[in-house]
């Protein structure tokens, strides 16, 4: 049965922590745009924070407040060196992000294949193909790994990504997510540029997939067009906010996340996202800017501390205020960004807060059986080439 198939009221308490109406060109003038990057990157020096040695440790040092961090690595995942029955490293095929399994179906993304190149701002992914990881990975690998992922890390959930395809995203995701969720199980989300044609989420969804995400990065269409050019010139705003809105209908609330980043527009813009993306049944994964190195935004500054606990406490309020269910799908521990359920810390002591958490806590408990269900192997008859 296809998850189309399932109440949305069961499939709403499905939520991943874990990225646009064309609109009227309102890009700002290239002295503008200069004399905001220049701005930010006079800034970007005294901000940093850094991850230093200490003897055989690691600590994060906040040079603006002269605070400092112990941090520990994780262990190596005893199979990421093993090879897969064709002879690929399994590190090369998939990662752990937490506890769950990310695999990168391609790394190589269009948009910087361009010229000039529209790559978003912030983005390495240009400077890495095939350096980490296949650039094309082969279906029974990826079966390989996430069976070895889900029997020996205890793997549940396997999250497909990938840069821009030309179009043709959900035409390569298909493959892999019909021979994962039929072969191995589990629940499966889907991480792509969005699509007009909006029936192949509805085969997708047949062929397993549990969640989609939708990296729109910027509600502000000005902070939207600067920095993620191909994103405003090949697809649109629109595309990928029309897309979200569709998916969370037909997967239930909670299920879909729209994904910002916050620190880089103006503050009021990242409340407006969160807001329309909650009101949406949407999940807000917001990610706070980091200035990665070799990016065109390496000198950008990270943000304030101050402007982030204003902008995950307001992300509580939403999902409260919208019910969206926050950190209910078990064994979901993110490593990449804030955990939703990690900005309970910052709510204001109410009752509707309390009525929240206990919804929230009757809902874990009632969605166990149906998590067990969606996750299991099964027959799947749709046909992963996707053709109208
Ligand atoms: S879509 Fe943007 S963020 Fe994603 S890989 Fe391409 S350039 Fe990077």
């Given at each position: 049965m296809s998850c189309a198939g399932r109440s949305a009221r069961t499939r709403g308490i499905f939520a991943l922590v874990c990225?646009?109406?064309?609109?009227?060109?309102q890009t700002p003038s290239i002295a503008v745009k200069r004399s905001i990057l220049a701005d930010r990157a006079m800034a970007g020096d005294q901000n940093r924070n850094r991850i230093e040695?200490?003897?055989?440790?690691?600590?994060?040092v906040d040079y603006r407040q002269g605070f400092s961090y112990p941090v520990?690595?994780?262990?190596?995942?005893?199979?990421?060196?093993?090879t897969t029955s064709r002879g690929v490293q399994m590190q090369r095929i998939g990662v752990l992000q937490g506890t769950y399994l990310g695999i990168?179906?391609?790394?190589?993304?269009?948009?910087?294949?361009?010229?000039?190149?529209?790559?978003?701002?912030?983005c390495t992914t240009g400077l890495n193909v095939g350096v980490n990881e296949v650039e094309l990975?082969?279906?029974?690998?990826?079966?390989?790994?996430?069976?070895?992922?889900?029997?020996?890390?205890?793997?549940?959930?396997?999250?497909?990504?990938?840069?821009?395809?030309?179009?043709?995203?959900?035409?390569?995701?298909?493959?892999y997510v019909k021979a994962v969720k039929s072969r191995v199980g589990g629940l499966i989300g889907v991480q792509l540029t969005p699509s007009r044609d909006l029936w192949k989420y509805d085969r997708l969804i047949d062929l397993g997939a549990d969640h989609f995400s939708f990296c729109y990065e910027f509600q502000n269409p000005?902070?939207?067009?600067?920095?993620?050019?191909?994103?405003?010139?090949?697809?649109?705003?629109?595309?990928?906010?029309?897309?979200l809105e569709y998916t969370a209908r037909k997967l239930g609330k909670g299920a879909c996340s729209g994904e910002i980043i916050a620190g880089v527009e103006?503050?009021?813009?990242?409340?407006?996202?969160?807001?329309?993306?909650?009101?949406?049944?949407?999940?807000?994964?917001?990610?706070?800017?980091?200035?990665?190195?070799?990016?065109?935004?390496?000198?950008?500054?990270?943000?304030?501390?101050?402007?982030?606990?204003?902008?995950?406490?307001h992300l509580f309020d939403a999902c409260r205020k919208h019910g969206i269910p926050m950190?209910?799908?078990?064994?979901?521990?993110?490593?990449?960004?804030?955990?939703?359920?990690?900005?309970?810390?910052?709510?204001?002591?109410?009752?509707?807060?309390?009525?929240?958490?206990?919804?929230?806590?009757?809902?874990?408990?009632?969605?166990?059986?149906y998590f067990w269900w969606a996750s299991r192997p099964r027959r799947i008859t749709a046909s992963e080439e996707l053709r109208a």
């Open positions: 990225e646009q109406h064309r609109l009227a060109p040695r200490a003897g055989d440790d690691f600590v994060i520990r690595l994780s262990p190596e995942v005893p199979w990421y060196t093993r990168y179906i391609s790394n190589s993304c269009g948009f910087w294949y361009h010229s000039p190149a529209l790559n978003c701002k912030f990975k082969d279906v029974d690998d990826v079966v390989e790994v996430a069976q070895t992922a889900k029997t020996e890390s205890g793997v549940t959930f396997i999250h497909f990504n990938s840069g821009y395809q030309t179009n043709r995203d959900l035409d390569r995701a298909a493959p000005e902070f939207f067009a600067m920095i993620c050019p191909g994103k405003e010139k090949l697809i649109g705003q629109k595309t990928f906010l029309r897309a103006p503050l009021e813009d990242t409340l407006a996202a969160i807001d329309m993306i909650a009101g949406m049944g949407a999940f807000p994964t917001v990610c706070i800017f980091r200035p990665t190195i070799g990016s065109d935004m390496d000198r950008w500054p990270s943000p304030r501390y101050e402007d982030m606990i204003v902008v995950y406490r950190d209910v799908t078990p064994n979901i521990e993110v490593s990449l960004i804030v955990q939703p359920g990690d900005t309970r810390y910052l709510a204001d002591s109410s009752l509707a807060t309390t009525l929240y958490d206990m919804k929230l806590s009757l809902m874990r408990k009632v969605a166990k059986p």
